[in-house]
């Protein structure tokens, strides 16, 4: 198992922006970002791989920027313009396998989360 601890969260106007941050105890592969929304399913914002390959989802390409520093075992999660719909539990996540696509069903390992809030 791999301790994940999320910070950043927080309460932001809609076009504003927040940075989170996610720890792994160790070093995983891939890492990224899934957010629950209320009355929603779980949906996949971003990953990025140990060579910083990143991918995100259509809705936040352009606005969302995934980074990772593997020599603290931390992924940061840039989030410019964002909206009201967005506002979610940010959960982290992270996995033993270079390959890191957009699908919750493959990360072992996931954070508490951090909770988002957009108001218009």
């Known amino acids: 198992q791999v301790q994940l601890v999320e910070s950043g969260g927080g309460s932001v106007q809609a076009g504003g922006s927040l940075r989170l941050s996610c720890t792994a105890a160790r070093d995983t592969e891939c890492m990224g970002w899934f957010r629950q929304i209320p009355g929603k399913g779980r949906e996949a914002v971003t990953t990025?791989?140990?060579?910083?390959?990143?991918r995100y989802a259509d809705s936040v390409k352009g606005r969302f920027t995934i980074s990772k520093d593997n020599g603290n075992n931390t992924a940061y999660l840039h989030m410019n313009s964002l909206r009201p719909e967005e506002t979610a539990m940010y959960l982290c996540?992270?996995?033993?396998?270079?390959?890191?696509?957009?699908?919750?069903?493959?990360?072992?390992?996931w954070g508490q989360g951090t909770q988002v809030t957009v108001s218009s």
């Open positions: 996540v992270a996995k033993d396998s270079y390959y890191c696509p957009l699908v919750a069903a493959g990360f072992s390992y």
């Open positions: 990025i791989d140990h060579f910083g390959t990143p």
